[in-house]
Structures are given as structure tokens and as C-alpha cells.
């Protein structure tokens, strides 16, 4: 069993900067990988990025690329989402989650363990 929580949601004006922090806890990620999905009201959610966790390969959703930036902390067991140049259309509830597939592209297929999320809200 894997649990997942995650921090750092808040309030920030366009343009402005967010670090959002998973802490894992449960077994090792040795193994799998660790990914970012949002979901904005009204909408499905949708993949953000995602980390390997023993090699630190990453994959971006289009919509983030070159603002956002994920990495992982495999000694603290925690992966992170550096968020910058924020956009309204960025407000959602980010989650965290983990033991996913990756299939190419952007093609990833969420694992079976998921944060509760945290609420990101930009202003324009």
C-alpha cells in the first residue's frame, strides 16, 4: 500500500510561481514512477507530467512545457512540481500519483495510488 500527500497549493497572481511537494510513504519507488494530473471545474482530469524515479526521465503535457518542472527527492521519497509563469488556466486541483504506465507521447496511464490534491488558483 502506497500513500501519497500533497502540499504547496495556494493562491498566486498570473505570472507568479507555486512548488508543489508529494510525499510518499509505504514502500520503496524503486519501481515506478511518480506523475502530476489536474483537474479544473467542469473538466476531466488531465495528465500533467510524470518522473521515473530511478532515472529522473520526464514527460510534459504541451500546455506546461518550459514552465513547469518536475523532479523527485529519492532519499526523502518525494516528488515535486515547480510551477512558473502561471496562467489563469492553470487553476485546478493538482494530485499527485504513483505506480502508472508510461505508453509514448504523453500517453500515461494512472497508477492505482493517489493523493487527496491540492488546490492551485491563479489570478488574473
Known amino acids: 500500500q502506497v500513500q501519497l500527500v500533497e502540499s504547496g497549493g495556494g493562491l498566486v497572481q498570473a505570472g507568479g510561481s507555486l512548488r508543489l511537494s508529494c510525499a510518499a510513504s509505504?514502500?520503496?519507488?524503486?519501481?515506478?514512477?511518480m506523475a502530476w494530473f489536474r483537474q479544473a471545474p467542469g473538466k476531466e482530469r488531465e495528465f500533467v507530467a510524470f518522473?521515473?524515479?530511478?532515472?529522473?526521465?520526464?514527460v510534459y503535457t504541451d500546455s506546461v512545457k518550459g514552465r513547469f518542472t518536475i523532479s523527485r527527492d529519492v532519499a526523502k521519497n518525494t516528488g515535486y512540481l515547480e510551477m512558473n509563469s502561471l496562467k489563469f488556466e492553470d487553476t485546478a486541483v493538482y494530485y499527485c500519483?504513483?505506480?502508472?504506465?508510461?505508453?509514448?507521447?504523453?500517453?500515461?496511464?494512472?497508477?492505482?495510488?493517489w493523493g487527496q490534491g491540492t488546490q492551485v488558483t491563479v489570478s488574473s
Open positions: 509505504g514502500r520503496t519507488f524503486s519501481s515506478v514512477s
Open positions: 500519483n504513483a505506480g502508472g504506465k508510461y505508453y509514448g507521447g504523453t500517453n500515461y496511464s494512472p497508477g492505482p495510488y
Open positions: 518522473v521515473t524515479w530511478t532515472t529522473g526521465i520526464t
